[in-house]
């Protein structure tokens, strides 16, 4: 007697991971995508779950939690794709992608979370004046992930004395330590904050010294002939800004007139470059003529003697 075979069946293959999650490094704000790949899912159901807090996130095609920025779509259900927008610090940690077997399977990747730097105005000096000899601190902080490195320099890409024997470039650290400051020392310096991750920043903050007026000329003698035009010159370097002016005999003051065309330069913060130009040369003309300086700090005055040729 001929019997009939009863038709084998083969029963379903268990559900694998077919790869690891991607551990991802994104930065706040973006949009970042972890993907769980899953063979052989058949009925059962994929799950992501926020390990830190044991938050479940989605469950198949649904969303779970009420947080709107996490979306779940799949491919094919293969493919598992949890979505998360404009991420946030908290965001960063596990997250697990679970499928609802007996014993449960699961898969975990990382997600971490960067942070462009900041600086924080409340703890970073602001634009300060130091008396000329003294010493002076700068201290610059800023938050971000990881933790911003702190750089100094110049604006005007000069070398930094921070000390009588030390010349250097940049500095490195919150803090920026000179000593016997010189009024070389002033301009305005930038602190920079850098930690990998776009944009870096920086801060301007400027270093005012302050010290007396200082005079010297050039030329103290200066010799014109009659009927020519003459420039007298005097250099000044004061901070802060000086009055200045120029005088004749007993302390006489020359104000602008068809005579005598009074000029000032300002070169430097604190150098300053005075002029007084004599029209029209007549003998009277010649003799001391005094440039004066004053500020809050002092005051200082220095003569040319114009003669004729």
């Not at 330590?177 to 991750?197: D, E, F, P, Q």
């Not at 440039?291 to 220095?302: H, I, M, P, R, Y």
Request: with cysteine; aromatic share 8%; glycine share 4%.
């Amino acid at each position: 007697m001929v019997t009939r075979a009863e038709p084998s069946v083969t029963p379903h293959a268990e559900p694998l991971f077919a790869e690891p999650i991607q551990n991802i490094t994104v930065p706040v704000g973006r949009k970042v995508t972890l993907s769980c790949v899953v063979d052989n899912l058949n009925n059962y159901r994929v799950a992501w779950m926020y390990v830190e807090k044991f938050t479940l996130l989605t469950l198949a095609k649904s969303v779970i939690t009420h947080n709107y920025r996490f979306k779940v779509t799949h491919n094919g259900h293969r493919t598992w794709h949890l979505h998360i927008y404009d991420v946030q610090e908290r965001d960063r940690g596990a997250y697990m992608c679970q499928i609802n077997t007996s014993p449960m399977k699961s898969q975990v990747g990382y997600l971490n979370v960067v942070v462009p730097p900041k600086i924080d105005n409340n703890l970073t000096s602001d634009s300060t004046e130091v008396a000329e000899g003294g010493d002076v601190a700068l201290r610059c902080v800023a938050n971000g992930t990881p933790e911003p490195e702190i750089t100094w320099r110049r604006e005007d890409a000069q070398y930094i004395s921070l000390n009588p024997s030390k010349k250097v470039l940049s500095v490195k650290g919150t803090w920026m330590n000179i000593t016997k400051v010189s009024r070389l020392h002033m301009s305005a310096y930038l602190c920079i904050a850098s930690n990998g991750v776009l944009p870096s920043v920086s801060k301007r903050i400027i270093l005012e010294v302050s010290f007396a007026p200082m005079i010297w000329i050039p030329n103290q003698l200066v010799g014109a002939s009659i009927d020519s035009d003459v420039t007298l010159d005097c250099n000044l370097e004061s901070h802060p800004r000086s009055v200045t002016y120029w005088t004749r005999g007993a302390d006489r003051m020359i104000h602008q007139n068809v005579k005598y065309s009074v000029v000032t330069m300002q070169h430097t913060m604190y150098k300053v470059r005075m002029q007084l130009v004599v029209h029209r040369l007549k003998p009277e003309d010649y003799g001391e003529y005094h440039c004066a300086a004053k500020n809050t700090l002092g005051e200082t005055k220095g003569t040319v003697n114009l003669y004729g040729e």
